[in-house]
């Protein structure tokens, strides 16, 4: 399978190890990857805040980088979302790119999804032996289902001891610019989130938005909470001898003097 990996800006600008365990795994599966040097962001901070001009400008560029691929799979649920659901929508008063826009969304899978769906597989080279939670994203609940299918994967490999968060549901309050926009709202949302987490006993937390994991990590290190944040696929391609998110070494250090 060709396939092209949309890497998103926030795991290019803040954990592009994520982005190489994405690669790792599809590798692994056979597939043959590339990164497209070319690719920007995908448009949806615009979109979601009504710069529709703007939005198309990128969606146009992503929608031709991407034409040649077989599949298009993103280690993201929201920036899948923006590419399967809303670049039709975007572009639902031109005929052409409507149809561009489609023919890129029938291609188009986030990564979870891509390794249950398409590929099957249930062999991954799991290092991390102990209890975990996961984050459902609010994207990847509605706009790119996965939340089962994150399951069926995580179940598959019996070294982890999987806990269910209570509220799995709800909003942890990044919401892309909420919280920038609410921070009191958002911190609130995100307080909640972590006590649930803690109350879960789990010694890592995995998630597959981005946004979600950098708001859920930080909060984590403000409050001095030894739990460790992943991403989804650094966890299934075994990449967890790695520091967490927010976990560098100067992190650490301040947050061993804080609580010496």
Not at 96 to 117: M, N, P, T
Not at 199 to 210: E, F, P, R
Request: contains cysteine; aromatic residues 6%.
């Amino acid at each position: 399978m060709h396939v092209a990996l949309l890497a998103t800006c926030l795991v290019d600008i803040f954990r592009p190890t994520a982005g190489f365990a994405a690669v790792s795994l599809l590798e692994q599966a056979g597939c043959d990857v590339n990164v497209p040097a070319e690719q920007t962001c995908c448009g949806q901070p615009a979109y979601n805040n009504g710069d529709i001009t703007n939005a198309r400008i990128l969606a146009k560029q992503v929608i031709g980088m991407l034409s040649e691929y077989e599949y298009v799979v993103v280690p993201s649920a929201s920036c899948a979302g923006m590419l399967k659901q809303h670049y039709p929508q975007l572009f639902a008063d031109d005929p052409l790119w409507r149809d561009k826009a489609l023919d890129l969304s029938q291609r188009c899978y986030e990564l979870v999804g891509f390794l249950h769906d398409v590929l099957h597989v249930s062999d991954f080279p799991v290092q991390y032996e102990g209890s975990i939670t996961y984050h459902d994203s609010c994207s990847s609940l509605r706009e790119v289902p996965s939340t089962q299918k994150v399951r069926t994967l995580l179940a598959s490999n019996k070294k982890l001891q999987f806990t269910e968060l209570k509220d799995a549901e709800v909003c942890c309050g990044f919401g892309g610019t909420f919280c920038v926009k609410f921070p009191e709202i958002a911190t609130s949302m995100v307080n909640d989130k972590v006590a649930n987490i803690e109350a879960s006993g789990a010694g890592v937390l995995v998630s597959a938005d981005m946004g979600c994991m950098l708001h859920i990590a930080g909060r984590l290190k403000r409050l001095n909470k030894p739990i460790r944040v992943y991403h989804i696929a650094e966890l299934l391609a075994g990449m967890t001898d790695t520091p967490g998110i927010g976990d560098g070494a100067d992190s650490i250090a301040t947050s061993e003097e804080t609580q010496g």
